[in-house]
């Protein structure tokens, strides 16, 4: 008689990865890290060096304004189109940085406005800015 023998099987390789238990990890890690991470960045004792206080000079800045009667000012001063480039002309030899705000009212015929920037850039100045207001309501 033959012995049953039990067929030993070979045990068979899972060559598959366990994503899931990888996955776990990975995400854990990333949030240890953005957790720490701010503490990290601030933590660092530095001893900055001192200096004297100095004032920082800002840009000389003008403002021109195109009244709804069509007058122009230079600031508050009512100011022709031509003494306003003469003006401007002596102010960029003295501070070529000059930064010009143009303020027009809404009324003032578009033409007009460009004129008057006409007007600044042959002057030569190069800093030019419109006043505008924010609209509040729906974007």
Do not use: C, W
Not at 115 to 122: C, E, S, W, Y
């Amino acid at each position: 008689m033959r012995r049953f023998r039990a067929k030993r099987r070979k045990p068979e390789l899972n060559a598959q990865i366990n994503v899931t238990n990888l996955v776990d990890v990975a995400l854990t890690i990333l949030i240890v890290f953005m957790l720490i991470a701010p503490f990290i960045a601030h933590s660092i004792p530095v001893a900055l060096p001192k200096a004297e206080e100095k004032a920082i000079s800002e840009p000389a800045r003008i403002t021109i304004t195109l009244a709804p009667n069509k007058e122009l000012y230079l600031g508050e001063i009512a100011i022709t189109p031509e003494a306003l480039g003469a003006k401007l002309a002596g102010y960029v030899l003295e501070n070529p940085g000059l930064s010009v705000n143009v303020q027009s009212d809404a009324r003032i015929p578009v033409q007009e406005l460009v004129d008057v920037l006409d007007i600044i850039r042959q002057a030569g100045v190069t800093r030019i800015g419109l006043a505008t207001e924010v609209k509040v309501g729906r974007p």
